[in-house]
């Protein structure tokens, strides 16, 4: 303990307080940037180089404004959003109609039926029944028949709906 004492008590500096501050970043050095290096005179890309020239020299300076088309069409989609925003609610309303029709149309599908824990098809019973008239109970003949059944009559309402709808806007 004592030798760690001593030790550190005779401890000097390792940082050199003599030395030059290290150069700034944005220093000279002896490299030239690429805006001050003088133009590659190489044959390689010498006809692109030549067509840039003549180009500039015709066309001068680059016209770095926005092009006179956006102000028309800036026109139009104001005049658009003012024509959709009164139409913004029907959209909505036809998009619910839209999508509630497609949760409907889904009703018997593999999704629907493997959240349903007592259906038989995509849960079926470990425990068979052998009784003739418990197993009538469980078949999947009579459910299908009814799924069947209902999507024929809500098919048969939505074109009848369709048809009195044409034939009352026929008459205006």
């Not at 840039?52 to 005049?79: E, H, S």
């Not at 149309?105 to 007592?118: A, L, P, S, T």
């Not at 999947?140 to 059944?149: E, R, V």
Request: aromatic fraction near 4%.
């Amino acid at each position: 303990m004592m030798n760690h004492y001593s030790s550190m008590l005779k401890v000097k500096p390792t940082l050199d307080t003599r030395a030059p501050p290290p150069k700034h970043i944005n220093a000279k050095s002896g490299r030239q940037s690429l805006k001050t290096a003088p133009p590659q005179t190489s044959a390689l890309y010498g006809e692109q180089r030549e067509a840039y020239r003549r180009v500039a020299v015709v066309k001068g300076n680059v016209d770095c404004g926005a092009p006179t088309t956006f102000v028309r069409q800036r026109k139009a989609l104001i005049k658009n959003r003012a024509a959709n925003k009164n139409n913004f609610e029907d959209q909505q309303h036809l998009r619910n109609l839209a999508a509630l029709r497609d949760r409907i149309q889904n009703v018997g599908n593999h999704v629907d039926r493997r959240k349903n824990i007592m259906d038989p098809v995509a849960h079926p019973v470990k425990l068979f029944r052998h009784n003739r008239t418990d197993m009538e109970k469980v078949s999947l003949k009579s459910f299908n028949g009814k799924i069947a059944a209902a999507q024929k009559d809500r098919l048969e309402k939505e074109r009848k709906a369709a048809d009195d709808w044409i034939l009352a806007h026929e008459d205006k």
